[in-house]
Structure formats: structure tokens, C-alpha cells
């Protein structure tokens, strides 16, 4: 990611940012986007536009405006349910899949346009959907 020429981090999250979005939004959030989020941070990548947690960015995306936004207005969002954390730019969010997460706490990403009524398209975890996003020609 570091090397993309379309992709630009904004730099690592602190850990305890993402600590106090958990607490704060009651959900556990993968591992592989925390350790993503601490590496790289929020940013405007060739995949996605990925939102920002620790309020250091007032240029990006904030994801807990993101959601609240998302949960007036709908019920698959929720602690347990689904998270917007990114858009591909057009409007479309990413969410991740709380519901089905896997013991690991490793949950399922979503493309889901807001006109469908089913996600577009799939990603077992964060890390296929990085993987895929930086392929995408």
C-alpha cells in the first residue's frame, strides 16, 4: 500500500483511538483494520476512501459520523450488525459484517450500494479487500 502512487495514508492511529471507538460504539473492531488503522491510518486509497477515528484529521471522512448518520436511517446498522467504515467514492459504503465475524473477531467487508438491496460485493476480511482493491486495474 505504502508504495501505491494513488494511495495516500494519513498516517497511524493511535491505538487508544480505536480502544475508545469500541467502547464508545460498542462493537469489536477486526484485528486486521485495527492493525491497518495503526499502520497506515485513514487515508484516500485507490480502493477506497477508508474514514478516520482519532478526530486528527479534520480533511477525511470521520467514521463515527459515518455512522451515526447510517444508524438514523438504517437498521442493518448497529453494534452487532453492520459498520460503515469506508466509501468508494461515489457513496457506496464498506461495511464490515459484525454479525458474522469469526472467533478471531475477523469480519466480513461488504460493498453495499445504497440503491440495493444486497451487498455488491464480498470480502472474507480486511485484508482480501485490501489485497483485491490494490489488484483492481
Not at 484516500?44 to 484529521?57: K, Q
Not at 451515526?68 to 459504503?93: C, I, M, N, T
Not at 440495493?116 to 464480498?122: C, F, N, R, T, W
Amino acid at each position: 500500500v505504502r508504495a501505491d502512487p494513488e494511495s495516500h495514508p494519513a498516517g497511524p492511529c493511535p491505538p487508544a483511538a480505536l480502544d475508545a471507538l469500541e467502547a464508545e460504539l460498542g462493537v469489536r473492531l477486526p484485528p486486521s483494520y485495527r492493525a491497518f488503522m495503526t499502520s497506515l491510518g485513514a487515508g484516500e486509497y485507490r480502493f477506497a476512501r477508508v474514514y478516520a477515528v482519532d478526530g486528527a484529521h479534520a480533511h477525511l471522512h470521520d467514521l463515527r459520523e459515518h455512522y451515526q448518520l447510517a444508524l438514523r436511517h438504517d437498521p442493518r446498522v448497529g453494534p452487532g450488525k453492520l459498520l460503515p467504515f469506508a466509501d468508494e467514492y461515489s457513496g457506496d459504503y464498506y461495511y464490515f459484517d459484525l454479525a458474522a465475524a469469526d472467533a478471531a473477531g475477523e469480519a466480513p467487508v461488504l460493498l453495499w450500494p445504497d440503491w440495493a438491496d444486497q451487498p455488491e460485493q464480498h470480502f472474507p476480511g480486511f485484508d482480501a479487500f485490501v489485497r483485491a482493491g490494490l489488484l483492481d486495474d
